[in-house]
C-alpha cells in the first residue's frame, strides 16, 4: 500500500509544472508530496528527480521509473474499473493523442459531440504529430495521419489523405496555370513555415518520386495564415488536403499539377490490443471511427 502511495505521489509530481500544482492535484500537502518521493528515493537508491528554484525536472532514471509507473497505475485503475463494472458503461477517463492540424481542422466538433453523447468520460486531449508509444505513455487511443509501422496495435482505416498544390483562380488566371512541375519556378510559391526560402515539394513523375526545389516569394508562420494567402491570389501553396476541403469546394482555391500528386496518405484511428476493451475506449473508438469515415475531406475522390 506504501508503495502505491508513493508512485501516486511521484507520478503526480512528475506530471505536473510545479510542486504546488502537484500537490493540489493530489488534494495534500506540498511537504507530503516531497516526503513520500524521498522515501521512495530512499528505497530505491536512486535520484528520481533533481530540483532547482524552478522547480524539479526528472533524472535519466526518474524518466524510466516514471513510465512503469504510468503503465502500473493505469493498470490498477484499469483492474478496479473492471471489478466495478465499468466495462459495460461508458465512463472514467480517456486519454487520446491527436495530430494538431488534424485536430484543429476535423476533430474539434467531433470531441465535442463524443462528450455531449458521453457526459460521463473525461478526455484527456494531447496533440502531437509523431507515433506514439501507446503502453508507456498511457494513450487509450489515437488517431494516425500517414503509414504505420508494424506494431501490435489495432489500426481502423478511416480514409486517407493527399498532398496538394493549390491557388486561387484569380491568381492563375492572371499568371497561368503550371502544366508540369517544372513550371513551378516561374510562379511565386508560399511557405507555409516562417525564414523559410526555399520549398521542396515532392512529385510523382513517371511512376518514380522525385521532389522539386524552388524559391518562395512568401514565408507564412502558420499553414492558415499561408492558405489564407493562397486564397487571397498572392500565389501557389502546398500542404495535406484535408485543411484545404473547405476552401476547394467553395472554389476559392483550385487544385493543379493533379496528375503529379504522391499517394494518397492513410488515417487510422488506433488503440491498444486487449480482451475486453473498456467500454470508454469502445465507445470513443467506435464513434470517431464513424464520423470519420463519413468526413467528405477523408475521402480519395475528396474535391
Same mark, same amino acid.
Given at each position: 500500500?506504501?508503495?502505491?502511495?508513493?508512485?501516486?505521489? $511521484?507520478? =503526480? %509530481?512528475?506530471?505536473?509544472?510545479?510542486?504546488?500544482?502537484?500537490?493540489?492535484?493530489?488534494? &495534500?500537502? @506540498?511537504? *507530503?508530496?516531497?516526503?513520500?518521493?524521498?522515501?521512495?528515493?530512499?528505497?530505491?537508491?536512486?535520484?528520481?528527480?533533481?530540483?532547482? *528554484?524552478? /522547480?524539479?525536472?526528472?533524472?535519466?532514471? /526518474? &524518466?524510466? $521509473?516514471? =513510465? #512503469?509507473?504510468?503503465?502500473?497505475?493505469?493498470?490498477? #485503475?484499469?483492474?478496479?474499473?473492471?471489478?466495478? /463494472?465499468?466495462?459495460?458503461?461508458?465512463?472514467?477517463?480517456?486519454?487520446?493523442?491527436?495530430?494538431?492540424?488534424?485536430?484543429?481542422?476535423?476533430?474539434?466538433?467531433?470531441?465535442?459531440?463524443?462528450?455531449?453523447?458521453?457526459?460521463?468520460?473525461?478526455? $484527456?486531449?494531447?496533440?502531437? +504529430?509523431?507515433?506514439?508509444?501507446?503502453?508507456?505513455?498511457?494513450? +487509450?487511443?489515437?488517431?494516425?495521419?500517414?503509414?504505420?509501422?508494424?506494431?501490435?496495435?489495432?489500426?481502423?482505416? !478511416?480514409?486517407?489523405?493527399?498532398?496538394?498544390?493549390?491557388?486561387?483562380?484569380?491568381?492563375?488566371?492572371?499568371?497561368?496555370?503550371? !502544366?508540369?512541375?517544372? #513550371?513551378?519556378?516561374?510562379?511565386?510559391?508560399?511557405? *507555409?513555415?516562417?525564414?523559410?526560402?526555399? !520549398?521542396?515539394?515532392? $512529385?510523382?513523375?513517371? @511512376?518514380?518520386?522525385?521532389?522539386?526545389?524552388?524559391?518562395?516569394? %512568401?514565408?507564412?508562420?502558420?499553414?492558415?495564415?499561408?492558405?489564407?494567402?493562397?486564397?487571397?491570389?498572392?500565389?501557389?501553396?502546398?500542404? %495535406?488536403?484535408?485543411?484545404?476541403?473547405?476552401?476547394?469546394?467553395?472554389?476559392?482555391?483550385?487544385? !493543379?499539377?493533379?496528375?503529379?500528386?504522391?499517394?494518397?496518405?492513410?488515417?487510422?484511428?488506433?488503440?491498444?490490443?486487449?480482451?475486453? =476493451?473498456?467500454?470508454?475506449?469502445?465507445?470513443?473508438?467506435?464513434?470517431?471511427?464513424?464520423?470519420?469515415?463519413?468526413?467528405?475531406?477523408?475521402?480519395? #475522390?475528396?474535391?
Amino acid at each position: 500500500m506504501a508503495r502505491h502511495h508513493e508512485m501516486l505521489m $511521484f507520478h =503526480a %509530481l512528475s506530471q505536473c509544472p510545479s510542486l504546488a500544482s502537484a500537490a493540489l492535484r493530489l488534494n &495534500v500537502s @506540498g511537504p *507530503t508530496v516531497m516526503r513520500a518521493v524521498a522515501r521512495l528515493e530512499a528505497r530505491l537508491g536512486v535520484q528520481l528527480l533533481s530540483r532547482s *528554484t524552478r /522547480g524539479v525536472v526528472l533524472t535519466e532514471a /526518474g &524518466v524510466g $521509473f516514471m =513510465a #512503469d509507473c504510468s503503465r502500473i497505475l493505469k493498470a490498477i #485503475d484499469e483492474a478496479e474499473v473492471s471489478a466495478k /463494472g465499468w466495462h459495460v458503461q461508458a465512463q472514467g477517463n480517456l486519454t487520446v493523442l491527436l495530430p494538431l492540424l488534424f485536430s484543429r481542422y476535423i476533430m474539434a466538433p467531433m470531441l465535442a459531440g463524443y462528450m455531449d453523447q458521453y457526459p460521463d468520460i473525461k478526455v $484527456f486531449a494531447h496533440y502531437h +504529430d509523431r507515433f506514439p508509444n501507446m503502453h508507456e505513455e498511457g494513450m +487509450d487511443v489515437a488517431v494516425l495521419v500517414g503509414h504505420l509501422p508494424s506494431c501490435s496495435l489495432i489500426a481502423r482505416p !478511416v480514409g486517407s489523405v493527399r498532398s496538394l498544390v493549390c491557388a486561387s483562380p484569380g491568381y492563375l488566371a492572371l499568371h497561368g496555370e503550371p !502544366v508540369v512541375p517544372q #513550371d513551378l519556378h516561374h510562379h511565386r510559391l508560399i511557405a *507555409t513555415q516562417a525564414n523559410q526560402d526555399w !520549398v521542396q515539394w515532392p $512529385f510523382q513523375q513517371e @511512376g518514380e518520386a522525385n521532389s522539386l526545389k524552388a524559391r518562395t516569394r %512568401l514565408n507564412c508562420a502558420t499553414l492558415q495564415a499561408a492558405i489564407d494567402a493562397a486564397a487571397h491570389g498572392a500565389g501557389l501553396m502546398r500542404c %495535406l488536403s484535408y485543411p484545404l476541403y473547405d476552401y476547394l469546394s467553395s472554389g476559392r482555391l483550385r487544385r !493543379v499539377l493533379q496528375p503529379y500528386e504522391p499517394p494518397s496518405i492513410p488515417v487510422h484511428v488506433v488503440y491498444r490490443e486487449r480482451r475486453k =476493451a473498456p467500454m470508454r475506449v469502445r465507445s470513443f473508438v467506435d464513434y470517431i471511427v464513424e464520423h470519420l469515415r463519413e468526413h467528405p475531406a477523408l475521402r480519395a #475522390d475528396a474535391c
